[in-house]
């Protein structure tokens, strides 16, 4: 099989690299497009070394745009990659822009589309991520579920029960890969003089929490307050670190004590302290589905969340973006009331090869 993957974003690379490897274990070619979505170094180029991943065959370099522009740059240039690698199929994963707009313009020059990833729903259609998943789910010929509540959502919306394989959590894949690697080889908590268990890990970088400066106010009054009960430490997204200094309150909540703010992290760095923090605050799903993997209290920090499976059996808790209900949920953990987890079934780091088991029943060519 010839099965060309496409990634935007950070989360994208994480999902896709246990899927590569596995492909090129069982002797397909795999060639890899980097739209560019994601441009930092921190942010994408150190993920390709860390996971052990070829480099992309093709980047796209699209950078940062408005929805619209974004778009349409990504399927033009896409457009002529097509047709330079004919693939069997085109893999997307996730819920950015990327990812609808690779899908959609595959699906237009009639290459079948696999969609990592299907079924999340937030139901909140104001969020740009939402549009996102229903339409890539809605135009791919095999639909990948991490669960049974996203194989609900998808046939609810009338979707062919044929087209939808579960298959488990393809991140859960490179986690359960590299967690014993990144906690030998990486020093983060020494070097900001942590020690496992005792310190919390916050992420926050989503638009609605980020970008209007009364809202971020409030949770960054909230990480401050926490930090005084317990160090956090805050890898801070480029998004995040601009609005603040627009705002006027990068000086003043990057000087709090307690709280640890960095430069964005690479892959390893990061895991290492998310498997060894006491909790995690985040407005990013992969983290809410790795904690809920690793059984660590994490507490979402949005007014819903399209993880549903991570709150209804994990270990998350959404608690919205008010600064004293962040404040609260924080001190149930830290006096022992966090929320307990069972095991996911099939978060079990199997995933990728379940995918291509169904890629090579469908695209697979004859031997000669």
């Known amino acids: 099989m010839k099965i060309l993957s496409a990634v935007g974003a950070r989360p994208n690379l994480i999902k896709i690299a246990p899927l590569i490897k596995e492909l090129v274990r069982r002797g397909h070619e795999a060639p890899l497009v980097h739209t560019g979505q994601h441009y930092d170094s921190q942010m994408s180029r150190i993920f390709f070394e860390e996971l052990e991943i070829p480099f992309p065959a093709f980047e796209l370099g699209v950078g940062s745009a408005s929805h619209a522009v974004m778009t349409a740059e990504i399927m033009i240039h896409f457009d002529e990659v097509l047709h330079a690698i004919d693939p069997d199929c085109v893999v997307v994963v996730g819920d950015v822009n990327s990812t609808l707009a690779c899908a959609l313009t595959a699906t237009k020059l009639l290459y079948p589309v696999a969609h990592v990833e299907s079924g999340l729903r937030c139901y909140d259609r104001n969020v740009p991520e939402e549009i996102n998943r ?12 991490q669960s049974d509540e996203d194989v609900s959502n ?3 919306e009338g979707i062919g029960k044929s087209r939808i394989h579960s298959v488990g959590n393809i991140m859960i894949d490179t986690l359960f890969q590299y967690r014993n690697r990144a906690m030998e080889r990486s020093d983060i908590l020494a070097r900001h003089d942590l020690k496992p268990g005792e310190y919390a890990l916050v992420t926050l970088h989503h638009p609605d929490n980020v970008d209007y400066p009364a809202r971020l106010g409030g949770i960054l009054h ?3 307050d926490i930090a005084t ?3 956090v430490i805050f890898p801070l997204h480029p998004r995040t670190r601009k609005m603040a200094k627009d705002f006027g309150l990068f000086e003043d909540f990057t000087k709090r004590s307690g709280l640890i703010v960095t430069e964005p992290l690479g892959y390893l760095n990061f895991l290492a302290l998310l498997t060894q923090c006491r909790f995690a605050m985040t407005d990013s799903g992969g983290v809410m589905e790795e904690t809920s993997a690793l059984g660590i209290p994490c507490l979402t920090i949005r007014d819903h969340t399209s993880r549903a499976v991570t709150e209804k059996v994990g270990t998350n808790r959404v608690v919205g973006i008010q600064a004293e209900n962040i404040q609260a949920a924080a001190m149930d953990i830290l006096e022992g009331r966090g929320q307990a987890s069972r095991v996911l079934m099939d978060w079990d780091g199997q995933a990728a090869g379940r995918i291509v088991d169904v890629l ?3 695209f697979s060519k004859a031997q000669p």
């Open 222 to 224: 909230a990480l401050t």
């Open 360 to 362: 090579e029943s469908r």
């Open 134 to 145: 229903i339409v890539t789910d809605h135009i791919s010929d095999l639909l990948f579920a």
């Open 154 to 156: 998808l046939l609810r």
């Open 229 to 231: 009960h317990i160090p």
